[in-house]
Structures are given as C-alpha cells and as structure tokens.
C-alpha cells in the first residue's frame, strides 16, 4: 500500500524556518518525481514545488521560489521542504504527493496524497 | 500561468440524479487535466487523469471528457458517497493550476 506521512509542521513566527518531511514507503521512491501541494484554511489547492526522480530538476511556483526548497534522500525514500523566511500567506495544510510519472504520462498526476501537514505562521 | 474556471462553485442534487462540473482553462492545455475529489476533513484522491482515464478503483459512474480548453465531469446515479468538493488540475505547464473547486451536496 502506498503511503506518504507528513511531519515538521506547527505554529512559527512571521520570518523564521521551518522544514517538512515527508515518508514514503509502499512504492519505490526512487522511481517517481514527487510534489508538495498547499491548502490555505477552506481554500483550494495550491501547487507548490516538484522534484524529479532523481532530484535533478525542481520547480516551484513563484510565490515560494528564493524562500523555499524542495529536496529528496532517495536512500531513505523521504521527501523534504524547506521553508525559510515565512510569510502569514503560507499558513496552510502542505501534502506531500506523488507524481504519477510512467504510469499516467506526466508527473503532473498526483495519484497518491499523504494525510497533510499544518502549518501556521503568526506571531 | 493557466487560469483554471471551474463551475459551478456548488451543487445541490439528489440520489440518483446524473451531475455536471465544469473546467475551463485559459489557453489549450492538450487534455493534461485531472480531477480529483476532497471529502470532508480528507486529503484530495484522484479520480481522472488524461482529461479522461479512470484512475483504478473509481466507480465507473464517473466519467470525463473534453479537449483544448474545455473540459467536464460527469457523475451518474449520485451516491451518498459522492458528497464532496470536486477539483480540477492542468498539468501541461508549470505552474500547475486548479480550479477554484465545485462542492457537491445532496438535496
């Protein structure tokens, strides 16, 4: 069964670091590219960054890019972002997903979520 | 980026009755559009992908169609199970976009 565990979020300030993890198992992570989707409080969804199988290629939305980095320990089949200088506008729920790659054609087709991470940011 | 306008915001219907959502994107997105469903307190599943391939598992009374910009899901014989917020994604250019989402509610 494929299984995506978020961890790392919470409560933290305006301007600070936080980082999520996200554990994989179920699947060979080694074999997909991954993505990290948010969700602001009864709002939609939000693409955040994709990291390509290997970790040779990333993308993020612009909003995030310079701030945050998406990254990858395929060894340990976890995928990882970091959050540097928050901002209010990120408070949301982040999932972590993965990226259907071979099998659907695109890594645009999120076929597995994880349960999600909150994070606030206030102070 | 691709806007993607998703109608209608919500839906009421009854069991049994054959519903409609809407996509519509802002420039061709060559059938590289997903739909994915959020039940309450859930994370979102999918559903669609290629703009009309089935992911595994879903009942088949779901269904999607469409090409270019225009783009639709179609629900029959809805079922309690159905109720939920309904999301459509593009996936052919960076930055993925979705659609502001279409909550469905039984009447």
């Known amino acids: 069964e494929v299984q995506l565990v978020e961890s790392g979020g919470g409560l933290v300030q305006p301007g600070r670091s936080m980082k999520l993890s996200c554990a994989a198992s179920g699947f060979t992570f080694s074999n997909y590219g991954m993505a990290w989707v948010r969700q602001a409080p009864t709002k939609g969804l939000e693409w955040v960054a994709t990291?390509?199988?290997?970790?040779?290629?990333?993308y993020y939305r612009d909003s995030v890019k310079g701030r945050f980095t998406i990254s990858r320990d395929n060894a340990k089949s976890t995928l990882y972002l970091q959050m540097n200088s928050l901002r209010s506008e990120d408070t949301a729920t982040y999932y972590c997903?993965?990226?259907?790659?071979?099998?659907?054609?695109?890594?645009?087709?999120?076929?597995?979520w994880g349960q999600g991470a909150s994070v606030t940011v206030s102070s | 980026d691709i806007r993607m306008t998703q109608s209608p915001a919500s839906l009421s219907a009854s069991l049994g009755e054959t519903v409609n959502i809407e996509c519509l994107a802002s420039?061709?997105?060559?059938?590289?559009l997903a739909w994915y469903q959020q039940k309450p307190g859930k994370s979102p599943q999918l559903l669609i992908y290629?703009?009309?391939s089935l992911q595994n598992g879903v009942p088949s009374r779901l269904s999607g169609s469409g090409s270019g910009t225009q783009y639709s899901l179609k629900i029959n014989s809805l079922q309690s199970e159905d109720v939920a917020t309904y999301f459509c994604?593009?996936?052919?250019?960076?930055?993925?976009?979705f659609g502001g989402g279409t909550k469905l509610e039984l009447k």
């Open positions: 290629n703009a009309k």
């Open positions: 997903t993965r990226g259907g790659g071979l099998d659907y054609g695109s890594y645009g087709v999120l076929d597995a």
């Open positions: 990291i390509s199988y290997d970790g040779s290629s990333t």
């Open positions: 420039e061709d997105i060559y059938s590289d």
């Open positions: 994604q593009q996936y052919n250019n960076y930055p993925w976009t």
